[in-house]
């Protein structure tokens, strides 16, 4: 019960706690011996809709499950908390309860998870018939395009040579897809993400990000990370890109902070193999831009979802098939003026390859 990540108690029939689970504590604000003396009615603010739920389940005999439920701990002075609720009868018990409690914030996170996963398998399936169909033909029409230069009259070369630049562009517009289209596991070797994200600011700060300046927070203790590089490059420089192109070119002040941090507690269930992973690698980028607009968050790691009038809206869901091959997850958040998104990734001993 311990290890589980949300709160978990076990109420008796005058909603005491008789059992918390170490994230119940954590939620209540209370240890076990403490919770122990309370009734729930107590630590809930008055008139809460949970009450009612557990006499309805006390009434009915069987397991409930209500989602967000309205959860203000009213003595913490946490305000208000969306949470989902699974009440239970626990049997052989004197009409005792088992309630779980799954706050929102986690379940949108995971719900994020998901979303970006199956983006990534869309696109896929379209990248490799796109790679496929486009891009030879393509190469035979620069080809050809190239022979016909040898015998043009001088004055219309710069025809031939059009017809060769503008291939190349969509050559490399189709190459954008391309790592969507490949399914096969990529090649991964040790990497220093220090030395990578000091390259990839080392690139932004020289290229788009001339006006931005550049913060690195690093935990010099971290060890290095089992990683493609160059994807992991592209992944962050498409971060980095997008951080940038929300300050915007003009702005003065602009500031785009990289950090990385170790935590050893945080782990979540891969939707696909049901298995809690620990994702300890924690990569963050934050920018002091004007944040995400409320309607793209849903979709944000979905490809084509863009607000820009050039934008192709690949960057994101590109950054989410990059992270998730690396058995890892991203999130986005807004926290205190800053948009972040925080790459989670695991590590390497206790990957199974
Ligand atoms: N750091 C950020 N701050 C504010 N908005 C962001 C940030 N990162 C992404 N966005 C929003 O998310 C959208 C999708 O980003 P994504 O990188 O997928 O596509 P894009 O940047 O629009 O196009 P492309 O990456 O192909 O140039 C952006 O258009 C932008 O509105
Ligand atoms: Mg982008």
Not at 15 to 31: M, P
Not at 186 to 202: C, F, G, K, T, Y
Request: hydrophobic share 45%; aromatic share 4%.
């Amino acid at each position: 019960m311990d290890a589980m990540p949300m709160p978990v108690v076990e109420l008796d029939r005058t909603n005491h706690i008789v059992f918390a689970n170490s994230a119940a504590e954590q939620h209540f604000g209370a240890g076990r011996l403490r919770l122990r003396e309370r009734a729930l009615d107590e630590i809930l603010a008055p008139g809460s809709p949970l009450i009612l739920l557990l006499d309805h389940v006390r009434a009915k005999g069987g397991s409930v499950t209500e989602y967000g439920i309205d959860l203000a701990v009213s003595k913490t002075g946490k305000g208000e908390l969306i949470a989902d609720i699974y009440a239970a009868p626990l049997i052989d018990t004197n009409k005792h309860l088992l309630l779980v409690i799954q706050p929102r914030a986690m379940m949108d996170k995971m719900n994020r998870q998901l979303t970006h996963r199956d983006a990534a398998r869309s696109v896929g399936a379209m990248a490799s018939m796109l790679a496929h169909e486009i891009k030879n033909p393509l190469s035979g029409i620069r080809g050809a395009a190239q022979l016909i230069e040898h015998s043009l009259p001088e004055a219309e070369k710069p025809l031939s040579m059009l017809i060769r630049s503008e291939v190349d562009r969509i050559v490399r517009l189709v190459e954008r897809f391309e790592v969507f289209s490949d399914g096969r596991p990529v090649p991964m070797a040790l990497v220093n993400i220090h030395e990578v994200l000091d390259h990839v600011s080392r690139l932004a700060s020289s290229g788009f990000g001339t006006n931005i300046a550049f913060e690195h927070r690093f935990d010099p203790s971290l060890p290095p990370i089992l990683a493609n590089r160059d994807r992991l490059i592209q992944a962050l420089l498409n971060l980095v890109k997008n951080a940038a192109e929300a300050i915007g070119p003009e702005t003065i002040g602009g500031r785009i902070t990289l950090t990385t941090a170790f935590r050893p507690g945080v782990s979540v269930v891969v939707p696909t193999s049901a298995q809690r992973v620990a994702l300890p690698f924690e990569v963050g980028i934050f920018d002091n831009g004007p944040g995400i607009p409320d309607h793209l968050l849903p979709h944000l790691f979905e490809p084509f979802v863009t607000s820009k009038a050039s934008g192709t809206g690949l960057g994101l869901a590109l950054v989410a098939k990059v992270v998730s091959d690396h058995g890892g997850v991203i999130e986005c958040e807004r926290l205190k003026g800053q948009t972040m998104f925080r790459i989670l990734l695991p590590m390497h001993q206790e990957r199974e390859r």
